[in-house]
Structure formats: C-alpha cells, structure tokens
C-alpha cells in the first residue's frame, strides 16, 4: 500500500536543528521534545519520541505464531532452540512516521526488529547537516550499539515509512545474547550494516548522482516490497546530499531509460534489472554479504522478490 508523502515523511525530520545530547538527555525524562523551525513554522515539526522499554505484560504485547514474522532475523531465530519465540521479552509495536527510534549520545531504551516499513539510519552534525547512511527494514534490526557492548548509537535511528516492529528492552536483548548462537547472529548483521556502510561512503563520494540514485532506488524497494515509492525531490535531495535540481535531473535520465516513471511525489520501478546495471556495481555487495551471513531475502514468504 502506497502512503502519502505527508503522511510517510516530513522533510523537517531530516533537516531539524539539532539539540546537544546533554540536552535530549535532560528532557528525555518529560516524555517529549519538540523541535521547530522559526523560518518556516507551516512545515511540519519533528518531536523526539524516546522509545520506552518493553515491558513483557503490556497489554500491546502480542506473542505470534512464527508464520507472522515477518523480520528475517527473528525467523532465523525461531530454529536456534526450537522455540517460536526465541527471544523473551518481544511486544508488537507500531512504528509511526518521524519516530526517532535512537538519539545520538542518548541511552537507547529499546531495540526494534523491524517487520514492515523503513527507518534510515541517519548521520548528523551541528548545526543541521545530516544524510542518510544506511537502510533498515525487515532484514534488520536497531540496536546494534547495544550488541557491541555500549548503549548508545553516534547516528540518528528514524522512521521514514511508518511500519510495525517487535520492540524489546536493552536488558532482555543483553540477556539474550548469552546465546551464543543468537550473539553471532547479531553479529552477523551488524557485519552487513557495516557493510552497507561503507558502500554508501564509496557510492557518495565516487559514485556520479545518477548511479546513487538507481542504488537507493533499489534499496528502498528492497525493503518496502513495491514497485512505487512514495517520495519527493526534496527529500531525496536531502537523503543523498544534494541539490533538489540535480535530483529531478538525474531522475529525468532515468526516466528517459524507460527504467522508472517519475512524478513529482512517486517514483515507480519499470525496469529493476536495468536499475542495477545504471548503479554500475554501487549496488549489491552489503545485499551478497546478507545472502552469504544470514540467507536470501528471496526466502522469506513476504519479502520482497523481484525478478
């Protein structure tokens, strides 16, 4: 299902100012933070939301049959001890639009194994500079900081496609990864999200604009599961760093490729083999990497599988 823009992203929620980490951590306590933009006060607001514990009696908590997780982790999980849950302490949350999921400098609450929609691992720096820097849906999980042994994340963790996860607290994730085979796995994934990292550092600093477009392109798809993607100009200038312009420009050639229909809120894949061949090898190596650490994404009921 296709959202409307406004109701997927709000382009403040990349290029809000951006508050000191003592500062979010003072306020965390009340709840709620809201950042504004005195320049443009029409636009929408982005509020920092701090993810709350879980809490394995909450009445939101909803234990599933295997067969409705949809996160690949959490279904690789599932065959480690034989139990449909291997993890205690999982509740079902909604993942609402602008959520901030992760602070940087602030003590995560909370880790999320994300079963639909997107949230970008976002790079930031005073006074307003951010792009995004990593994907993750239903492959993947938040937290990672906590698997290595800190508690807190130097990145913003933010919803861009609002969704569902199965949320579960800092101390039952410790506690499960006395595992060690639930540790490696974790550990796995943090190797592609390193990865993937690393490709978009390459991508963004060598790749031309059209080539980084047809990358991201494939890896929103790659998580959404479908063929439009519901985005503008503006906040694909903003995750990719450049100018609105150069977006609409380099979209138009792809365009012209017959490998994508744009309007001015939605782009729509024709031709998604021809996508990764205009990536011109941008795009591929973190996705090899999960197939060879984790498995095919292809082997997931409802995941996304395109020709």
């Given amino acids: 299902m296709l959202y409307a823009f406004r109701q ?3 382009a403040d929620s990349l290029s809000s100012p951006s508050l000191h980490p003592a500062a979010l951590r003072d306020l965390n306590a009340a709840g709620s933070v809201r950042f504004g933009t005195d320049q443009d006060a029409s636009r929408a607001n982005l509020y920092f939301r701090p993810p709350r514990a879980s809490n394995s009696s909450s009445k939101e908590g909803i234990e599933l049959p295997p067969t409705s997780q949809r996160n690949r982790l959490l279904a690789h999980l599932s065959g480690v001890d034989g139990d449909p849950l291997a993890l205690a302490g999982l509740e079902r949350v909604k993942l609402e639009v602008r959520q901030v999921l992760e ?3 602030v ?13 970008s691992v976002v ?3 005073r006074p307003n500079q951010r792009i995004e820097v990593g994907m993750i849906g239903f492959e993947g999980m938040t937290g990672t900081a906590i698997v290595l042994g800190d508690d807190r994340s130097a990145s913003e963790y933010i919803v861009q496609s609002a969704g569902e996860a199965f949320r579960i607290s800092v101390s039952d994730l410790r506690a499960a990864m006395q595992h060690p085979a639930r540790r490696a796995l974790f550990l796995r994934y943090i190797h592609v999200l390193m990865a993937q990292g690393s490709q978009t550092a390459l991508a963004n600093g060598r790749g031309r604009l059209g080539e980084r477009l047809a990358r991201w392109i494939l890896m929103w798809q790659d998580r959404i599961g479908t063929d439009g ?9 903003i995750l990719l760093g450049v100018r609105r312009s150069g977006v609409t420009v380099a979209l138009h050639v792809l365009e012209g490729q017959s490998l994508i229909k744009a309007t001015r809120t939605l782009i729509q894949v024709l031709n998604r083999q021809g996508l990764q061949a ?3 090898g941008f795009y591929g190596i ?3 990497e999960y197939d060879r650490l984790i498995g095919p994404l292809a082997a997931s009921e409802s995941g996304p599988s395109f020709p």
């Fill in 107 to 119: 003590p995560i609450a909370a880790a999320y194994f994300v079963e639909s929609g997107l949230v």
């Fill in 286 to 288: 973190p996705e090899a």
């Fill in 103 to 105: 602070a940087p400098g």
């Fill in 229 to 237: 993607l519901v985005v503008t100009h503006e906040f694909l200038s």
């Fill in 8 to 10: 997927i992203v709000g």
């Fill in 123 to 125: 790079g930031t720096t």
């Fill in 278 to 280: 205009a990536a011109s």
